[in-house]
């Protein structure tokens, strides 16, 4: 990290939807892959447009998705969000930095450590999880560094637009922080 540069975390705002969902569109299919998308599986723009709108809107006790904004010197330049939310318990974290020259600098530890709090607070979190394909090393060192323990590898279908794949499941407990 460059010493002038201000991070900054916020929860996700309606101008943000079409950054992210920019992110998820101009990405390129190799890119998507070693995410561990299912290409055939991507929502179109309405769908993503809906999804996200409806989950801002909800109070925390009935959102199904919770969204953090990073921002590098004021500029949006990615996201962390959480789903299978567990009021009060527990939730499924996923982090992206949405610009090729932004990743590989060390943000994503800091961005995520400045997103726990938001989790923990507004959805009373016991615990967050992440699931990160285990071919993908990016999110596997990020989330190590940012203090979760790695529990397991195995192979699921994380999410509903991934294909069936090897994941390395990390965790992190409100007491940890």
Request: charged content about 25%; hydrophobic content about 40%.
């Amino acid at each position: 990290l460059k010493n002038m540069q201000q991070l900054t975390v916020r929860e996700i705002k309606e101008t943000d939807i079409e950054l992210i969902i920019q992110y998820w569109l101009s990405a390129s299919d190799d890119y998507l892959t070693s995410l561990g998308v299912d290409l055939a599986m991507m929502p179109s723009v309405t769908d993503w447009q809906r999804m996200l709108a409806s989950q801002i809107e909800l109070p925390y006790q009935e959102k199904q998705s919770y969204c953090t904004i990073w921002e590098l010197d004021g500029k949006p330049i990615g996201h962390s969000n959480v789903n299978k939310i567990i009021f009060g318990e527990e939730a499924s974290m996923h982090l992206h930095i949405w610009y090729a020259e932004e990743r590989r600098m060390g943000l994503g530890v800091a961005f995520i450590k400045r997103s726990l709090p938001f989790f923990f607070k507004n959805l009373q979190l016991l615990k967050v999880y992440s699931e990160p394909f285990a071919l993908n090393d990016a999110p596997n060192k990020t989330l190590a560094k940012a203090g979760f323990h790695f529990i397991k590898e195995y192979t699921t279908v994380p999410g509903s637009i991934n294909f069936e794949q090897p994941v390395k499941r990390w965790e992190i407990k409100a007491a940890d922080q």
